[in-house]
T-cell receptor
Framework: GENVEQHPSTLSVQEGDSAVIKCTYS??????FPWYKQELGKRPQLIID?????GEKKDQRIAVTLNKTAKHFSLHITETQPEDSAVYFC???????????FGTGTRLL | EAGVVQSPRYKIIEKKQPVAFWCNPI?????LYWYRQNLGQGPELLIR????????DSQLPKDRFSAERLKGVDSTLKIQPAELGDSAVYLC????????????FGQGTRLTVV
């Protein structure tokens, strides 16, 4: 499958609150799920990724969870700060693992 | 360590004119990608190289787009002739290998076709 759906498209949070962004994928064989952060006018940068052999991964204030049965994964940002404002993209491999398919992005304000 | 380097950063051309983008990947990265990112959208793959071989170019509009990666290092992406709808940011990325490894992006080239 080629579909990676991402929600919400825009997310506004108060400083200090948590933010959650969700993505669903279609190919049950997918095994690698990165999250990229793109600040205005800058390049996408990997912030965290997870592989299908684990259900959760944390790195300081960010974490990613994976539900293989439901075929969705989520990005969690705790204690949000102004520097977290950016567009966040999820991605998953397409069928055959030939490329990453990106979600449409979530603008975090 | 230098990251992925792209040039130019910005390019404005009239429709029907040719344009070329250049990418220098991270040293040692065998896999190189060209993506197109439209405003408000995620990157979409145009072509992927493994060394000098194009292994996935199914999304490349071959009537007007061409790419090459001589000697498996630098790459160029060309559009001839450009159309208004080609306006976008063209991102180059590289990774150690083709699968489940981190892709590092360049700053991109913002193309405006007028």
């Amino acid at each position: 499958g080629e579909n990676v759906e991402q929600h919400p498209s825009t997310l506004s949070v108060q400083e200090g609150d948590s933010a959650v962004i969700k993505c669903t994928y279609s190919d049950s064989a997918s095994n690698y799920f990165p999250w990229y952060k793109q600040e205005l006018g800058k390049r996408p940068q990997l912030i965290i990724d997870i592989r299908s052999n684990v259900g959760e991964k944390k790195d300081q204030r960010i974490a990613v969870t994976l539900n293989k049965t439901a075929k969705h994964f989520s990005l969690h940002i705790t204690e949000t700060q102004p520097e977290d404002s950016a567009v966040y993209f999820c991605a998953a491999p397409n069928t055959g693992f030939q490329k990453l398919v990106f979600g449409t992005g979530t603008r975090l304000l | 360590e230098a990251g992925v380097v792209q040039s130019p950063r910005y390019k404005i051309i009239e429709k029907k004119q040719p344009v070329a983008f250049w990418c220098n990947p991270i040293s040692g990265h065998n896999t190189l990608y060209w993506y197109r990112q439209n405003l408000g959208q995620g990157p979409e793959l145009l072509i992927r190289y493994e060394n000098e071989e194009a292994v996935d170019d199914s999304q490349l509009p071959k009537d007007r787009f061409s790419a090459e990666r001589l000697k498996g290092v630098d790459s160029t992406l060309k559009i001839q002739p450009a159309e208004l709808g080609d306006s976008a940011v063209y991102l180059c990325a590289s990774s150690l290998g083709p699968r489940d490894t981190e892709a590092f992006f360049g700053q991109g080239t913002r193309l405006t076709v007028v």
